[in-house]
């Protein structure tokens, strides 16, 4: 079974511009989760996604959005990047929505804020 | 709110011997615990988990942790260490909205 997959694995942009990234879920997986990576802040959860419902949100502010097709896949938005934007996003997917469900994570994309 | 930490950022080992890392949380109820382990340029593999029954769980390569409620640790351990382990390794608490709260990591490096 193939793993959560993650593109583009790399990206650069400038301060301003706006980016999109995707996830799709190990097939059968219809929970999405976000996660931004820094070396200053560490691991932290952006939102959730199951069913094509935001079900939890991080502290993260506004420009930071996500969304999810009826086929599971996920993109999240991320306008007007800032330097601190530059971070590993990672998504996570799972078989549901139950706690005891199982988050697997994708290699991530690196972004890069110019 | 929920809270990891994990108190050692580097540790060094020689490849054999063994490996104990920590990992202390807060939570307000029955906790849901996780390792998982990240190499260079990698996303994150999980190591193991530990939901409820049996204190010491097993996980994959060799892994195992204990949970104390007593002391608010779920500490991984392995009996001997391969050059292949080094990498970080991150413990999380699982909240009932399914969000993990993750450690700020331990970064293993291994001796020849």
């Known amino acids: 079974k193939a793993g959560v997959t993650q593109t583009p694995r790399y990206l650069i942009k400038t301060r301003g511009q706006q980016v999109t990234l995707s996830c799709s879920p190990i097939s059968g997986h219809r929970s999405v989760s976000w996660y931004q990576q820094t070396p200053g802040q560490g691991l932290q959860f952006l939102f959730e996604y199951f069913s094509e419902t935001q079900r939890n949100k991080g502290n993260f502010p506004g420009r930071f959005s996500g969304r999810q097709f009826s086929n599971s896949r996920s993109e999240m938005n991320v306008s007007t990047l800032e330097l601190g934007d530059s971070a590993l996003y990672l998504c996570?997917?799972?078989?549901?929505?139950?706690?005891?469900?199982?988050?697997?994570f994708g290699p991530g994309t690196r972004l890069t804020v110019l | 709110a929920q809270s990891v930490t994990q108190p050692d950022i580097h540790i060094t080992v020689s490849e054999g011997a063994s490996l104990e890392l920590r990992c202390n949380y807060s939570?307000?109820?029955?906790?849901?615990l996780f390792w998982y382990v990240q190499s260079p340029g990698q996303g994150l593999q999980l190591l193991l988990k530990y939901f409820s029954g049996d204190t010491l769980v097993q996980g994959i390569k060799g892994f195992e942790a204990e949970f104390k409620r007593s002391q608010s640790s779920f500490n991984l351990r392995k009996p001997s260490v391969h050059w292949s382990d080094a990498a970080e390794y991150f413990c999380a608490v699982g909240d009932a909205g399914n969000m993990l709260t993750f450690g700020g990591g331990t970064r293993l490096m291994v001796k020849p």
């Open positions: 996570a997917t799972r078989l549901g929505a139950g706690r005891t469900d199982t988050q697997y």
């Open positions: 939570y307000g109820a029955t906790p849901y």
